[in-house]
């Protein structure tokens, strides 16, 4: 297997341009409001061994929700310590009271504790392992960030309370969780500590799914939390997506860290399956019911559920895989993920966030059953700050403050460029205003390792390379050029930014005759604000197009000619009457910012 590694976020500061900015509204705005909500919501008073609150305003993900947040705090004191201080008291705060709720014995779960009369390890679909494997995450991550193990020594004691019952005594109801996430997280608490029992753990629960009879909610069958055959036989992604794309990131983890090759073929099976299951915004699991995927191209837009942590779990997923092979196909989706659902999932104010990230708004899909109380189900179309299962706004706080981890991999003979983030590290240094601009800039210094490699997205059509000043005549192998520099190399990509109309496999009959306009990586939509009625108009597919300043975001809006239909009658025969207007589209991860408005990212064709 040709191994990569990750170049850490940690070792990459992110200069000037599009993230930057990013981040610093996510640590200075979302972070503080999501602690804020949590608070609000008692989640981090839960924690406290004497909260009396009642029961019924409980909920089994707290734990996952706040160690969530103190993961994402952690990768912001791991890049600007010196700039938080009132974050880092926080978080030590809120790890005085982890560490105060666990048991002696090492449990620490405030749902199962605040409820004695419950048995501990019984109930397979009540998230016990998922809180822990979320602990373990933001613990490896507080002590990564700061030196400090407070965290980090619960999360072991926890770890180890898990392998006495699961592995030493099994004496527990279940032996797979019901919510996949201690794989990744004991994969990290290995990768941190070199502890070969958290390797051994990580396996264990992998390599017992889908061999044994195990029970999951009463309405979903096996396949909804994947144990329905043994993992290295699965063939398609299944079931509930965050679920399955965690399971699949521990998979990647096991076939990189013992060389599994059935295992890394599964993964790449799943890949293939999920990408037919993907919104051209990157989201995954399209179904509401169960939060889940379906069949191939089944891809409805104004009842996407393609809630965050699905995509968010889709980029782990091929963050791994690109450490396994390096395969542009990867990258691209993280791409995707990244400037589309990914971005749009927060407010531009960076205080509230979507769940779920339909690609369609239309106010009167509520009013067609006037006269029954109970209306349709669909998305909100409104972030909201908080949530009662709030799992995506803190995984989207701990992505952003961590997606200089999505740039770089390297291997001994080569550093690979996947995305396209200004940045600088003790090798090379990308100046680029990307996605705005078309050019990245990458300047090699004392650069030792003989080969550099770029990615070309494969939505670009037109890509130019030069070395040095000298163009370079280079076809991509698997989405990347590789070339052979010196210790001071100078390298200049322009990526073709002309926008262009996309259209789905034909097999997707949600988007027949339809397009979608894309800018780079960045999707597009047209909003009712800019527009009007959005029924009548549709899509001519030419040019040109023409850039606009937006107040919204740095990137532009852009007008299209296209036509406005209309017909005298219900039914009409021939062509009906159009006249040209003007589209204006902006970018998807800026809409629902200026009110209600119906969007529609695929608009039909003239
Ligand atoms: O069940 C925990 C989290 O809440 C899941 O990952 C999300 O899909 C949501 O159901
Ligand atoms: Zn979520």
């Known amino acids: ?7 850490p976020f940690y070792k990459t500061s992110l200069t000037d341009g599009f993230w930057k900015d990013r981040q610093k509204l996510n640590a200075d705005v979302s972070i503080p409001n999501v602690y804020k909500r949590f608070k609000e919501t008692d989640r981090i008073d839960c924690l406290y061994p004497k909260w009396k609150r009642p029961l019924s305003r409980s909920d089994r993900f707290y734990d996952s929700d706040t160690a969530k947040w103190l993961e994402a705090a952690a990768y912001v004191l791991h890049t600007n310590r010196a700039d938080y201080p009132e ?9 005085a009271l982890f560490k105060k709720r666990q048991q002696v014995n090492g449990y620490l779960n405030s749902y199962f504790q605040r409820r004695p009369f419950l048995p501990k390890f019984c109930f397979r679909p009540d998230h016990e392992l998922y809180c822990a494997g979320h602990i373990m995450e933001a613990a490896v991550a507080y002590y990564q960030a700061t030196g400090k193990d407070a965290l980090l020594n619960v999360a072991e004691k926890y770890a180890d309370h898990i392998r006495k019952r699961f592995l030493i005594k099994k004496n527990t109801a279940f032996s797979t969780p019901g919510h996949e996430e201690i794989e990744l997280a004991l994969y990290r608490m290995y990768d941190a500590t070199g502890k070969e029992k958290y390797k051994d753990m990580a396996e264990f629960f992998l390599n017992m799914r889908g061999t044994v009879k195990e029970k999951t909610y009463r309405m979903f069958n096996n396949a909804y939390d994947q144990h329905e055959v043994p993992v290295r036989e699965l063939t398609s992604a299944e079931g509930h997506a965050v679920r399955a794309m965690y399971l ?8 990189r860290v013992s060389g599994d090759k059935e295992m890394l073929s599964a993964c790449k099976r799943l890949f293939e399956d999920a990408c037919k299951k993907m919104y051209v915004t990157g989201g995954i699991g399209s179904d509401h019911n169960g939060e889940c995927f379906t069949i191939p191209y089944d891809l409805p837009n104004n009842v996407a559920y393609s809630e965050s942590c699905a995509a968010i779990s889709f980029m782990m997923f091929c963050k791994r895989m690109l450490l396994l092979e390096k395969d542009g196909r990867y990258a691209d989706v993280i791409e995707r993920i990244m400037y589309n659902n990914l971005l749009s999932s927060t407010s531009l104010d960076g205080k509230a966030f979507f769940y779920e990230n339909p690609l369609e708004i239309c106010k009167t899909d509520l009013t067609r059953s006037r006269t029954i109380r109970k209306k349709p189900r669909l998305p909100q179309w ?11 706004p803190p995984n989207i706080n701990r992505t952003v403050a961590s997606i200089g981890d999505y740039i770089f991999t390297e291997n001994e003979n080569e550093i690979v460029l996947h995305q396209f983030i200004a940045c600088e590290n003790n090798a090379l240094c990308v100046k680029t205003d990307y996605p705005v601009g078309d050019k990245i800039v990458v300047r090699g210094k004392n650069y030792g390792k003989g080969f550099f490699s770029v990615r070309i997205p494969a939505w670009c059509k ?14 991509p192998k698997n989405g990347y050029v590789t070339l052979k520099v010196d210790s001071g190399f100078i390298l200049e990509l322009t990526l073709d930014m002309t926008p262009f109309f996309v259209k ?14 894309q800018r780079g990586p960045v999707v597009y939509c047209l909003e009712e604000k800019d527009n009007g009625d959005l029924a009548p108009l549709a899509a001519v597919c030419s040019g040109p197009f023409t850039e606009v300043k937006s107040d919204l975001s740095p990137l532009p809006f852009i007008d299209v000619t296209g036509k406005e239909l209309t017909a005298d009658a219900t039914y009409y025969q021939g062509e009906c009457s159009a006249k040209e207007k003007t589209l204006r589209f902006t970018p998807y991860f800026t809409f629902a910012n200026r009110g209600e408005s119906d969007m529609k990212v695929w608009v039909p064709l003239a």
Request: glycine letters at 4%.
């Open 1 to 7: 297997m040709n191994t990569y590694i990750c170049v």
């Open 248 to 255: 699949y990131c521990g998979m990647a983890d096991m076939a």
């Open 462 to 475: 037109k890509a130019t390379l030069s070395l040095n000043g000298k163009l370079v005549d280079a076809e």
């Open 382 to 392: 409104q972030r909201q700050e908080v949530f009662g299962c709030s799992c995506c």
């Open 504 to 517: 789905t496999h034909p097999l997707c009959k949600e988007n027949r005759n339809k397009v979608a306009l």
């Open 87 to 95: 974050l880092e008291k926080l978080c030590d705060e809120v790890i």
